[in-house]
């Protein structure tokens, strides 16, 4: 019986595998197959893909290649510079490694499929190769998938910022509401961020969008008005109760707790999470603590109930009945007396419309908020990203719109 071929392992062109042996490298093996040219094919110009008569050189070169079993695999390739008349001096194409590549194209598309779920580092090291080779590899691939921009068809977006950096740097993230899909990031949260954004769009781009669900960032907003202003802008309900937790109940707390040094104060201290999470999410002992707090302290209690009927306001369908109670709130807030309450329910005012367009647009950015959660996780598995154009190509090959 003949001894079995390795030729069906290395379905190449234009060469023939002719040898091949064994090396022992540290804890794992090498297998090193050697090839000849098919004498019957004459040499193809990679510039052209013409075939060439004119050999200018030859020599070979070392590839990798995938594994046999738990040998790595290296090719020795001979490879000839061609004398093209359209081209000039080039070298001999092979289809089965890109030119001045060091990998064969199998195993680059087995470190690119497997980068979609594995951090570039772990597959480095499953692969034994250089982490940035392994990025090199992955970054090709996402410029073919999502290098080039898609602005057609959005509708309804969602826009929001995402910490990338110690130090507070930021970028704008840009979400079509529709499919999920990343549409645009940039660097930075400014007005002017959001502008570059709108400037890439072409104005029946533009002009398909209609609603855009913000936070109550100033910036955010006058770059809508200003690039997009037919979009009907949605003020969401996560920024807005987020912000009069923060201006408003944390700072009445921490006034009435300096107010008070009596009994009254025993009841303030470590109430935080008490006023801020919703009140069925409380355990039974919670509840009674909570509710002894608000029966002894009437600006506690005021902000807090307010609290939930700020968050009613998004539960309205009908405009008018939605502006209605929408004064409402904010004339109950101003005749309160209570500062930080008013200095709210004032600048809330600006953001009327934003509020009231959810009833014909009930968008929000909490979509945005799982993508940014996502994003963070994927931050932590690669500790962390140092050029901005690959990390951007990451998470917008992650959120690509496909439904699996």
């Not at 940035?132 to 996402?142: G, P, Q």
């Not at 979400?175 to 954004?197: K, P, Q």
């Not at 931050?379 to 439904?403: E, P």
Request: charged content about 25%; aromatic content about 8%.
């Amino acid at each position: 019986m003949s001894a079995p071929s390795i030729a069906p392992y290395f379905p190449f062109d234009r060469v023939v595998p002719v040898e091949q042996h064994l090396e022992r490298l540290g804890p794992w093996d090498q297998a090193v197959i050697g090839f000849d040219l098919d004498p019957r094919l004459v040499p193809v110009c990679s510039g052209c893909g013409e075939a060439v008569d004119g050999v200018h050189s030859y020599h070979r070169r070392r590839l990798r290649d995938l594994s046999i079993g738990t040998a790595r695999v290296t090719l020795i390739v001979p490879q000839r510079k061609v004398r093209c008349p359209a081209c000039g001096i080039r070298v001999e194409l092979h289809g089965f490694v890109e030119p001045h590549r060091r990998l064969t194209r199998r195993l680059e598309t087995a470190v690119a499929e497997l980068c979609r779920v594995v951090p570039i580092q772990h597959v480095a090291a499953h692969f034994g190769l250089h982490w940035e080779t392994v990025k090199e590899i992955d970054r090709r691939r996402l410029e073919r998938e999502v290098g080039e921009p898609n602005y057609d068809g959005l509708r309804w977006l969602a826009v929001d910022e995402i910490s990338v950096h110690k130090g507070h740097r930021y970028m704008t993230i840009v979400l079509d509401l529709e499919t999920g899909r990343v549409v645009w990031m940039g660097r930075d949260r400014t007005r002017a961020t959001l502008l570059a954004f709108f400037a890439e769009l072409t104005p029946e781009q533009i002009g398909s969008i209609e609603a855009i669900a913000l936070d109550m960032s100033t910036a955010y907003h006058e770059a809508v008005r200003r690039a997009c202003p037919q979009a009907a802008v949605v003020c969401d309900l996560f920024h807005a109760v987020a912000k009069y937790s923060r201006e408003v109940i944390d700072r009445v707390r921490v006034d009435e707790s300096k107010k008070h040094a009596g009994p009254q104060r025993r009841y303030i201290k470590g109430s935080r999470y008490l006023l801020l999470r919703n009140h069925h999410d409380l355990s039974e002992p919670q509840r009674a603590r909570l509710d002894e707090l608000l029966a002894v302290n009437r600006n506690l209690s005021t902000v807090y109930v307010l609290k939930d009927q700020l968050k009613d306001l998004w539960r309205y369908c009908d405009p008018d009945a939605a502006r209605e109670a929408f004064h409402r709130w904010c004339a109950m807030a101003e005749s309160s007396g209570i500062a930080p309450l008013v200095r709210f329910a004032q600048h809330l005012r600006s953001y009327e419309e934003a509020i009231v367009n959810h009833c014909r647009y009930p968008i929000h950015t909490g979509q945005l908020e799982g993508v940014n959660n996502r994003i963070k996780v994927i931050k932590r598995q690669a500790y962390g990203f140092h050029d901005d154009h690959y990390f951007i190509l990451k998470i917008k090959g992650t959120f690509t719109g496909q439904r699996n």
